[in-house]
């Protein structure tokens, strides 16, 4: 048997504040493989974005066991931590988070800064990863300058520059309307065929629906773990929503090829 990618054993997380406690996060055993492509689902505050936030490395358990690609990283101080996460995470969040003032190509080679890669080669990475979100185009334009959509195509380009194991988006379609919103997923479909593992943290049904597999929290607690027989092809409802005709292979299309097949 090979490692899972992800594994947990009672993984916990609770916050004091004033007073009380809050149990964000209740004993979760999990595993989760590589190529997976998973959403995880539940009400507000039922403990999705902690649970990210753990699995991503973003922050430390109180209790319980993570090991991600066989390390056990629960014990791990943030240096280490953050050390981790810039090699085998890339993120994507709900209002992009990209910087402001610097262009798409700038926003991501950021992450390659970090580590120690020759400025060269840190262009070439960065503009092959814009080219394979479909912005070739847009290397040069700042985040006030592209569409929401775009802009989270910047956040993805720039959480994959790395070649992280996973990629994790915490409500990845929640700033945008839903035809963009199912551009993005057809994006994260197609990355995950390519072999990229895919965490989806979302209170949407419908986003959830393209996802293989959906973990369902409540008030902290992993309370369903279902696997998806027929998860929705956003490339297909993408071409459909163009007008064009039936696009065999479209949601398998290669990295860098066209996102959205020409209408005819
Ligand atoms: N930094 C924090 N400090 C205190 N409580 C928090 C913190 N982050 C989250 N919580 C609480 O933990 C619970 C789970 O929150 P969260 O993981 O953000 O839920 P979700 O992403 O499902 O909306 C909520 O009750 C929330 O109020
Ligand atoms: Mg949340």
Same mark, same amino acid.
């Given at each position: 048997?090979?490692t899972p990618?992800?594994?947990?054993?009672?993984?916990?997380?609770?916050?004091?504040i004033?007073?009380?406690?809050?149990r964000?996060?209740?004993d979760l055993?999990? #595993?989760?493989?590589?190529?997976?492509?998973v959403?995880?689902?539940?009400?507000?505050?039922?403990?999705?974005?902690?649970?990210? +936030?753990l699995?991503?490395?973003?922050?430390?358990?109180?209790a319980?066991?993570y090991w991600?690609?066989?390390e056990? /990283?629960?014990?791990l101080?943030?240096?280490?931590?953050?050390?981790?996460? +810039? #090699?085998?995470?890339?993120?994507?969040f709900?209002q992009?988070?990209?910087?402001? %003032? $610097?262009?798409?190509?700038?926003?991501?080679?950021?992450?390659?800064?970090?580590?120690?890669?020759p %400025?060269r080669l840190?262009?070439?990475?960065?503009?092959?990863?814009?080219a394979?979100?479909?912005?070739?185009?847009?290397?040069?334009?700042r985040?006030?300058q592209l569409?929401?959509g775009?802009?989270? %195509?910047?956040?993805i $380009?720039?959480?994959?520059? +790395?070649? @992280?194991?996973v990629?994790?988006?915490?409500?990845?379609?929640?700033?945008l309307?839903?035809?963009?919103?199912? *551009?993005?997923?057809a994006?994260?479909?197609?990355?995950?065929a *390519?072999?990229?593992? /895919?965490?989806?943290?979302?209170?949407d049904e419908?986003? $959830?629906?393209?996802?293989?597999?959906?973990l369902r929290?409540r008030?902290?607690?992993l309370?369903?773990? #279902?696997?998806?027989?027929?998860?929705?092809?956003?490339?297909?409802?993408v071409?459909?929503? $163009?007008?064009?005709?039936?696009?065999?292979?479209a949601a398998?299309?290669?990295?860098?090829? @066209?996102?959205?097949p020409?209408?005819?």
């Amino acid at each position: 048997m090979t490692t899972p990618l992800i594994r947990t054993e009672t993984l916990s997380k609770t916050y004091h504040i004033g007073g009380g406690d809050v149990r964000a996060l209740v004993d979760l055993s999990i #595993e989760i493989a590589k190529g997976e492509m998973v959403a995880i689902m539940g009400p507000s505050g039922s403990g999705k974005s902690t649970c990210m +936030n753990l699995l991503g490395c973003l922050d430390t358990p109180s209790a319980g066991n993570y090991w991600l690609a066989g390390e056990d /990283v629960s014990q791990l101080d943030s240096d280490a931590l953050a050390h981790i996460r +810039n #090699e085998k995470v890339g993120f994507v969040f709900q209002q992009f988070n990209l910087l402001a %003032r $610097a262009t798409a190509l700038d926003n991501v080679e950021l992450p390659l800064t970090y580590g120690r890669v020759p %400025r060269r080669l840190r262009h070439q990475k960065a503009e092959k990863a814009l080219a394979a979100v479909g912005l070739a185009d847009r290397m040069d334009h700042r985040p006030s300058q592209l569409s929401g959509g775009q802009m989270q %195509r910047v956040a993805i $380009a720039r959480a994959i520059v +790395n070649n @992280p194991h996973v990629l994790m988006a915490d409500e990845p379609t929640g700033a945008l309307d839903s035809r963009t919103g199912a *551009e993005i997923m057809a994006l994260f479909q197609r990355l995950n065929a *390519e072999g990229i593992t /895919v965490i989806v943290v979302t209170h949407d049904e419908h986003v $959830a629906a393209h996802a293989r597999r959906i973990l369902r929290f409540r008030d902290g607690r992993l309370v369903a773990d #279902e696997a998806v027989a027929a998860p929705v092809r956003a490339a297909e409802a993408v071409a459909a929503a $163009a007008g064009a005709v039936e696009a065999p292979g479209a949601a398998s299309a290669p990295l860098g090829g @066209p996102l959205v097949p020409e209408a005819v």
